[in-house]
């Protein structure tokens, strides 16, 4: 499969700092990019997606694309204890596969 | 609204014996459907993907399979189950946005 690489973390950010999560990939006809959020036993949910080049902006969450570098970051403003799990990294290839990162581990202390 | 259902939540199975995980979509037609696989600890591995009635695509030779009977029904399968088959399986479904959103999940554990 193809690669999708996540520091593992755990990422620790006190409360209301901004916590960044990297994200590289491989294959560079790459052409959809996602940021799931994942719960300890709970099935990932959609963050948020980013297709082209540049910042995406969605409330407290931005995602950065980089094709060049091959790379996807998310950036979480005023982070809350909430925002405490694991997030994946997915790349989506030919609008038919999507390939995962092992996540990283977001710890967020009050 | 389109919403995705998978069972059983929960199984524990003997090694060597079958296994059948079924996922149903509701509110559209046609849709992508996956498999994913999540051992402890790890990321998500594509194991299967079919984007219609019939066919199907595998990622990772295995002894599982996969059929899609139904245009909006998805069953993952094993004759003979290993250990190594344990973990948090994930079914899968592509909105027109070309977006993926998951199931609740199937716990296995093979003992």
Redesign the interface.
């Known amino acids: 499969q193809k690669e999708v690489e996540q520091n593992s973390g755990p990422l620790s950010v006190p409360e209301g700092a901004i916590a960044s999560l990297n994200c590289t990939y491989s294959d560079r006809g790459s052409q959809s990019f996602f940021w799931y959020r994942q719960y300890s036993g709970k099935s990932p949910e959609l963050i948020m997606f980013i297709y082209s080049n540049g910042d995406k902006e969605d409330g407290r969450f931005t995602a950065q694309l980089n094709k060049a570098s091959q790379y996807v970051s998310l950036l979480i403003r005023d982070s809350q204890p909430s925002d405490s799990a694991t997030y994946l990294c997915a790349v989506g290839q030919d609008f038919n596969k999507f390939y995962f990162g092992s996540g990283t581990k977001l710890n967020v202390k009050p | 609204s389109q919403t995705i259902h998978q069972w059983p939540a929960t199984l524990v199975q003997p090694v060597g014996s079958p296994l059948s995980l079924e996922c149903t979509v509701e509110g559209t037609s046609n849709p ?1 459907l ?1 498999w ?1 696989r999540q051992a402890a600890g ?5 194991l299967f ?1 079919s ?1 219609g009635i019939g066919q199907i695509s595998s ?2 030779p295995q002894n599982l399979s996969a059929s899609r009977p139904q245009d909006r029904q998805f069953i993952l399968s094993s004759k003979k189950l290993l250990l190594s088959d344990s973990g948090f399986y ?1 079914c899968a479904w ?1 909105n027109s946005g ?8 199937s716990w296995l554990t093979v003992v």
């Open positions: 992508n996956y994913y790890r990321g998500l591995q594509l993907y984007v990622e990772v994930l592509m070309n977006t993926i959103y998951f199931g609740e999940g």
